[in-house]
């Protein structure tokens, strides 16, 4: 009987570390090069880093900083300014956010 017990919570332990069904793993999703259309026909790509760096690059003009993702929310630092975005869609190479200050929608496509 006690062997039952001390497997059934083993079991509830693993279930309840491991990550919720269903939940996407952005911190991981992210990491890589995509190009996003800044409005105006202005295309920019941004390279997001396993280290929490970024580096985004519009013609001739690079911006640099950090990132952290925590569950479907996004902060981005660049230049001592803080920006949250919410995770919208992961579907195969395009991935879509949504500032949240504004709620203006991004698509990025993974180059």
């Known amino acids: 009987m006690k062997k039952i017990q ?3 919570v083993i079991i509830a332990g693993i279930v309840l570390a491991s ?3 269903g939940q996407t ?3 991981g999703a992210i990491v890589g090069i995509w190009k996003f259309d800044m409005g ?3 295309m920019a790509t941004v390279e997001y880093r ?3 760096t970024f580096q985004q690059v519009v013609d001739e003009l ?4 950090t990132y952290r993702v925590k569950g479907n929310k996004l902060k981005i630092i660049d230049r001592g300014r803080t920006t949250m975005y919410t ?3 992961l579907a195969d190479k395009e991935l879509t956010i949504k500032r949240d200050r504004d709620g203006r929608t991004i698509v990025y496509i993974r180059q």
């Open 62 to 65: 690079i911006i640099g900083g």
């Open 25 to 27: 793993d952005y911190n």
């Open 87 to 89: 995770f919208v869609s």
């Open 50 to 52: 396993k280290d929490g």
């Open 40 to 42: 105006a026909g202005i």
């Open 6 to 8: 001390i497997i059934t």
């Open 19 to 21: 990550p919720m069904r």
